[in-house]
């Protein structure tokens, strides 16, 4: 008769691996999520903020404020508050998601996550509560366009440590991009109102969500079931 291998050692070891494997396979998942939720966010958010912009004839870019449109009556202030509700909360997802787990590693990964998950909040505060509820407003966009800049300079010096110099650069351009606009608003007042400063801003924290949630995809393979 053939004798059964019942080593308790192998045993152990096959639940081991199952478990190492189930572990990868859910932490593949939540950073295809998390990097999905990056490519989707700037989408969602600029296609509600232009047809908020198309449905209010009356708005000026130079005058205006991008906030501006979301104590409009009709479709126009719903429409930017939900992008902006709805791309805050996809860009809370990447950062819990995605980032976290891709800097499961790096401390300073994390922090840099940290402060991109309070920059999604407060995206998503923006759109909550709009212009109506001051000084709530104000202080949610003043965090957002701060906490912006700054958790991209962070995840910069992730990026660097962990030998991924190339979109480490490419963070720290993206960073100074989405700082610049106000730093020369500041400096030299090139425009009356802020909506041109907000758009080109949230256009570069944009472009580097994608770009990154893009090679995140790209180096992630599709998670495998388990037998």
Known sequence: NQITNTNPKNKEKQTYQRKTTLTQQRSTAKLRLG?????IAPILA???IIAAVTSYPAFSWTNNALSD?????????PLFNFGLFGSGLLAFNFAV???????????????????????????????????SFSPTHYIASVAFFTLAPISLFAITCALW????HAMAAFTAIMGIAAALPWLLLFAFNYVPGVAIPEFT????ISVWAVMLGYKMLK????????P
Do not use: D, R
Request: net charge positive; hydrophobic share 50%; proline share 3%.
């Open 69 to 77: 449109l979301g104590i409009i009556a009709g479709i126009t202030g």
């Open 35 to 39: 990097a999905s939720s990056a490519i």
């Open 161 to 164: 440590l962990t030998h991924k």
């Open 97 to 131: 998601f995605g980032l976290l787990t891709y800097f499961k590693k790096s401390w300073v990964g994390k922090i840099g996550a940290a402060l991109f998950a309070a920059t999604s909040l407060a995206l998503m505060a923006i759109g909550i509560f709009n212009e």
């Open 201 to 204: 801003s949230g256009m570069a």
């Open 46 to 48: 600029f296609t509600c």
């Open 219 to 226: 180096e992630t393979p599709q998670p495998k079931l388990s």
